[in-house]
């Protein structure tokens, strides 16, 4: 018998899909499966939720959510055999559109049951985990931004983007990475696993999952003509027309921001202020399994 443990946030998508526990067991046959379903009631009860699941030892555990919620199941999965299913109902879904994981729930439960797996790369900024991408420039304000705004839509998130581009004041950073040191005073620093950040938007449409480095890209302070351009870019997909992208392949960065005291990070698109002014980012190459 197969066990399967849902967790559930029933605040993804603003709220708006009907993802419940009696639609899951209707599903799953319970000759062949233990079905557990929890859900989550604030951000990072996730996290508890997965640890107190593993102690039960699933043979999977689905996260049904956004990249957020993703992202505290995931992390807790990290070095075990325990495999990561997905049933995709945020608002963004970078992950599982790079994983091509449908957002129709039958589509995305037969995937489950199936149970085939890959293994795919594991970003790490400091003690954490991230999945997609993590960045401390603008991208970290436009999500702190999009998270105070209460709506989780795409208009909401260019709302954000918007206010932030006239607020976003750069600092400067050391970036070190292989035998190079870099000063700047970055507008963005966007390190990447995968090939989407949500909403079909990217700003590394080549990043690979699995082979096993970062994609990391850097853009100098610009000026408001600048910033217009880099926006629609990002909107159309086409950021490899955007000059000023400095765009590496790394498997460790250490960074530091002399300046600040703590440093805000957007880690899989949720907000996370560090309590340091120095980061350090890597790869666990193949470090999580999930279900695809």
Do not use: W
Request: contains cysteine.
């Amino acid at each position: 018998m197969i066990y399967i443990h849902f967790i559930i946030n029933p605040i993804s998508g603003s709220a708006k899909h009907n993802l419940a526990t009696s639609y899951l067991l209707n599903q799953f046959p319970k000759e062949q499966y233990r079905i557990e379903v929890d859900y989550t009631k604030q951000k990072k009860h996730a996290i508890e939720l997965t640890k107190a699941a593993i102690s039960q030892n699933p043979d999977y555990i689905v996260a049904c959510g956004g990249d957020g919620t993703i992202n505290e199941v995931a992390s807790c999965l990290v070095g075990t055999t325990i495999k990561l299913g997905i049933i995709p109902v945020g608002s963004g879904n970078g992950l599982a559109s790079n994983l091509n994981i449908p957002r129709d729930f039958a589509k995305a439960i037969a995937i489950i049951k199936k149970g085939i797996t890959t293994s795919m790369d594991v970003g790490k900024i400091n003690q954490y985990y991230f999945f997609s991408n993590m960045g401390i420039g603008i991208d970290a304000l436009i999500i702190k931004k999009y998270e105070r705004s209460g709506n989780r839509t795409l208009s909401s998130y260019v709302k954000a983007a918007l206010s932030s581009s006239f607020e976003y004041k750069a600092q400067q950073a050391v970036v070190s990475y292989e035998d190079k040191v870099i000063k700047i005073n970055p507008f963005m620093l966007f390190i990447s696993n995968s090939n989407e950040m949500g909403y079909n938007m990217s700003l590394t449409p080549k990043a690979s999952l699995s082979d096993g480095i970062l994609d990391m890209v850097i853009i100098p302070e610009l000026t408001f003509f600048e910033k217009l351009s880099l926006g629609f870019n990002v909107l159309r997909n086409s950021i490899e027309k955007f000059k000023k992208a400095q765009h590496t392949y790394v498997r460790k960065v250490h960074i530091e921001m002399p300046q600040k005291i703590f440093i805000d990070a957007q880690i899989d698109g949720e907000m996370q202020n560090l309590k340091t002014n120095v980061i350090e980012v890597s790869i666990l190459p193949k470090g999580l399994e999930v279900l695809v």
